[in-house]
C-alpha cells in the first residue's frame, strides 16, 4: 500500500510539473508578443522612443525576475518528485535463475528473462553453442585481427587459384550457417572465391530447408550462382560429406571447413599461395576457438596437428627448427590434420581423397595426414590464415564418440602402421588378437597403398614424427587383479597423489596396467609421447604401502621400480624381495600392501607374449 501511494504521489507531481511549464512558456510567448509590438511602436514614434523604452525596460526586467522564480519552482519540484537511486533499484524485479549448473549460464545471460533463459538453454542442449545470442548477433560482425603482425604486412600474387569453399553441417543452427557464409564473402576477393558447397548431412532442422533456401537467394542477387546446396537422405557421417562437396567442386582448390567458423581477414591468400608453390602439400589454417557461451574469440598459437595412440588428435609445439626462424608468420610442418583441410583439389584425389570406409567421425584426419606424408605429399600448418571455430560443448552425431574413434583406430592401424599396429589395441585396451571390432573392408586402401608406391610406417616415426613413441617392449596389458577379491582392481587412486588402491573394477584408464619386460609396471595409463613419462609402481623398501613415481625419476633415484611378475602367480620385487599383496585394513576394507610373500596370485587381462 505505501509504495503505492507513493507512486500516486508520483504522478500528481509529474502533472503539476508539465503545468507550470506549460503557464511559464505561455507568459515568455505574451511578452514576446509585446515586445515585438513595441518595437513597431518604436519605429513610428522615435519622438516617444525614451520615454517608452524606459517603460519597456522595466517590464523586461520584471518579466525575467518572474522566469528565475519559474525556473527555481521547477527545480524543487523534481527534487521533490524525483525518486531516490536507491528507491529505483528496489523496484528492480530481480529474476530467477532456472539453469544454475548450466555451462551456458555459467558467466552469460545474467539478465535474461525467465522465458528468455528457457529458449537459450533448450537451443543450447540442441546445438551444443549459445544459437540464442548468435540469432541476435550481425551476420556480418567484426572479429580481432588475431595474426602475427607480420601477416598483415605480406603481400600476395594476383594470379592466385580459385577455391570452392565446402561447409559440412548436420543440425547447425540457421545464424550459425548464414554468419558463415556471409564471412566468407566478405573476406575472400571475389576473384579467387569460385564457389561456396552447403553440404547437409540429413539435418532434421525446419530452418535449414526454405528459410536457408532464401539466404541462398538473397546472395545469389548478389553473386549468381555461387552458392551450391548438397543434401543427403540419409546420415552419412562427416567423411562422406566432405567427399560429396569435394566431388561437386569446380575449383583449383578446395577448402572443407565446419559450418560453424567465421574467416579471418585475408584467410584464403596465403592458403592458395603455398599451394601454387607446391600443388602436393596438404594444409590447414590457425584456428581461434569461439567460446561456446558468450561466442567471444580466444586467440590460439600457431601448434602443429598431432595425436596419440588411440589416435585422439592433439595439438603440440612444431619442430624445434620452425622456432629457430624466429618468425610465426612462415607456414611449420605437422604430422597430422585436425579436419578443416585446404588443398589442391585434383591432386586431393590422386593421394585418395578420404577413406569412405570411416563411420561417422573420428580418425579420418589422422588417416589422411599420416597417408599423404607417406605417399608423396606433406602437411603445414599456415599461420598467416585465420578461422575462428566454434568449440560445441557437446557434438551433434553422437554424445560419445569413443567408439566410432575406436573403431576407425583400428581401421587406420591395420592399412598403415605396419608392425606399430598394436600400438592402438593396446591404447585401448583391446586384446592384440581378436579384437571382436568390425572395421570393414580395407583391401582397397591397401591396394591404394601399394599402387602410390608408400613408405612404411618406420619412415613416419624417423623422419615425420619422432616424437611418438612406440610400445614395443610391454609383455602384459589392462586390468591387474589378485584372486582373493576378483571384483577389485588396482587403481592409480587420487591424483594428485602417488598412492596406488584396490577399487571396484571398471576398465577405464586409471586401471590401465602395464608389464614391460624389464620389469617396469606402469600404472594409470601408457603414454604415447617422449616428451611424457609413465607412473611406476615402487617398492619403498620400509612402509607397509608401495607408491606411484615418474618413471624417470624412480630411475635416476634408483628406487626399488622392477618386479618380477609370471601371468598367474605372485608379484615380487627385485630388489627388497616383498610382494604386492592385498590385505583388509582397520576399516575393513581391502588395501594394496607391500609384505614378505604369502602367496598371492594375480592376473593382467591381455597378453601379448608369455611370461
Known amino acids: 500500500m505505501h509504495r503505492g501511494t507513493r507512486m500516486r504521489s508520483g504522478w500528481i507531481k509529474g502533472l503539476l510539473l508539465l503545468f507550470t511549464l506549460a503557464v511559464a512558456l505561455l507568459y515568455i510567448g505574451s511578452n514576446k508578443r509585446e515586445v515585438h509590438t513595441h518595437s513597431e511602436r518604436l519605429q513610428r514614434a522615435h519622438h516617444n522612443d525614451s520615454i517608452r523604452g524606459r517603460g519597456m525596460l522595466r517590464r523586461m526586467e520584471k518579466m525575467e525576475a518572474d522566469i528565475v522564480k519559474l525556473v527555481k519552482l521547477m527545480n524543487n519540484l523534481q527534487k521533490v518528485g524525483a525518486p531516490k537511486a536507491s528507491e529505483v533499484k528496489k ?165 572443407i571447413l565446419d559450418a560453424h567458423i567465421e574467416v579471418h581477414v585475408q584467410w584464403a591468400e596465403p592458403l592458395l599461395t603455398r599451394i601454387k608453390e607446391d600443388r602436393t602439400v596438404i594444409l590447414t589454417p590457425v584456428f581461434d576457438k569461439v567460446n561456446y557461451d558468450d561466442l567471444t574469440l580466444t586467440p590460439y598459437t600457431p601448434a602443429a596437428d598431432a595425436f596419440d595412440w588411440a589416435l585422439w588428435c592433439m595439438y603440440e609445439s612444431f619442430r624445434p627448427e620452425w622456432y629457430a626462424l624466429k618468425d610465426e608468420s612462415l607456414p611449420a610442418k605437422s604430422p597430422s590434420i585436425m579436419g578443416i583441410l585446404v588443398a589442391d583439389r585434383k591432386f586431393f584425389g590422386e593421394i585418395g581423397s578420404l577413406d569412405e570406409g570411416m563411420k561417422v567421425y573420428g580418425g579420418e584426419n589422422v588417416e589422411l595426414g599420416i597417408r599423404v606424408w607417406l605417399c608423396g605429399g606433406s602437411i603445414e600448418v599456415i599461420p598467416c590464415s585465420k578461422i575462428a571455430h566454434i568449440e560445441r560443448y557437446s557434438k551433434p552425431y553422437v554424445r560419445d564418440l569413443s567408439e566410432m574413434v575406436r573403431r576407425n583406430a583400428l581401421r587406420v592401424a591395420e592399412v598403415w602402421l605396419d608392425e606399430y599396429k598394436y600400438n592402438v589395441n593396446i591404447a585401448w585396451n583391446l586384446p592384440v588378437k581378436n579384437h571382436g571390432i568390425d572395421i570393414g573392408d580395407v583391401s582397397e586402401r591397401k591396394k591404394l597403398r601399394e599402387a602410390l ?63 614391460q619386460d624389464d620389469g617396469q609396471f606402469y600404472i594409470g595409463g601408457i603414454k604415447s609421447h617422449k616428451y611424457n613419462s609413465n607412473r611406476c609402481l615402487v617398492d619403498s623398501g620400509t ?69
Not at 562 to 582: H, P, S, V, Y
Open 91 to 255: 523496484e528492480k524485479k530481480v529474476v530467477r535463475k532456472l539453469y544454475p549448473n548450466s555451462a551456458l549460464f555459467s558467466k552469460w545471460g545474467g539478465e535474461l528473462s525467465e522465458e528468455e533463459q528457457k529458449e537459450a538453454e533448450s537451443l543450447f542442449v540442441r546445438y551444443g553453442y549459445n544459437a540464442f545470442l548468435s540469432d541476435r548477433l550481425p551476420l556480418n560482425r567484426e572479429i580481432p585481427d588475431t595474426r602475427n603482425s607480420r601477416c598483415a604486412e605480406k603481400t600476395y600474387p594476383e594470379d592466385l587459384p580459385t577455391v570452392s569453399v565446402i561447409l559440412i553441417y548436420l543440425d547447425e543452427a540457421l545464424s550459425i550457417i548464414k554468419r558463415a557464409i556471409r564471412s566468407i564473402i566478405d573476406k575472400t576477393p571475389a576473384r579467387l572465391l569460385k564457389e561456396i558447397i552447403l553440404v547437409d548431412d540429413h539435418s532434421t532442422n525446419e530452418d535449414l530447408k526454405e528459410k536457408l533456401d532464401q539466404y541462398v537467394l538473397s546472395i545469389h542477387e548478389e553473386r549468381p550462382n555461387l552458392v551450391k546446396r548438397i543434401a543427403h537422405n540419409q546420415q552419412l557421417g562427416l567423411t562422406q560429406a566432405r567427399l560429396s562437396g569435394w566431388k561437386a567442386a569446380e575449383g583449383d582448390v578446395v577448402a
Open 453 to 515: 608406391k608408400c613408405k612404411p610406417f618406420q619412415w613416419y616415426i624417423d623422419n615425420v614424427y619422432p616424437m611418438l613413441d612406440p610400445v614395443i617392449n610391454v609383455l602384459g596389458y589392462g586390468t591387474l587383479i589378485n584372486d582373493l577379491k576378483p571384483d577389485l582392481c588396482v587403481d592409480q587412486g587420487p591424483v594428485p597423489g602417488n598412492i596406488p588402491i584396490l577399487y571396484s573394477c571398471h576398465g577405464a584408464t586409471p586401471q590401465h596396467c602395464y608389464y
Open 543 to 611: 612402509g607397509s604401502y608401495p607408491a606411484l613415481y615418474d618413471c624417470k625419476v624412480a630411475k635416476n633415484k634408483k628406487f626399488h621400480m622392477l618386479w618380477d611378475f609370471k601371468q598367474g602367480g605372485a608379484i615380487q620385487n627385485k630388489d627388497t624381495k616383498r610382494c604386492l599383496e592385498i590385505a583388509t585394513g582397520v576399516d575393513s576394507f581391502y588395501k594394496l600392501i607391500t609384505q614378505e610373500c604369502s602367496g598371492q596370485h594375480w592376473t593382467i587381462k591381455n597378453i601379448i607374449k608369455d611370461f
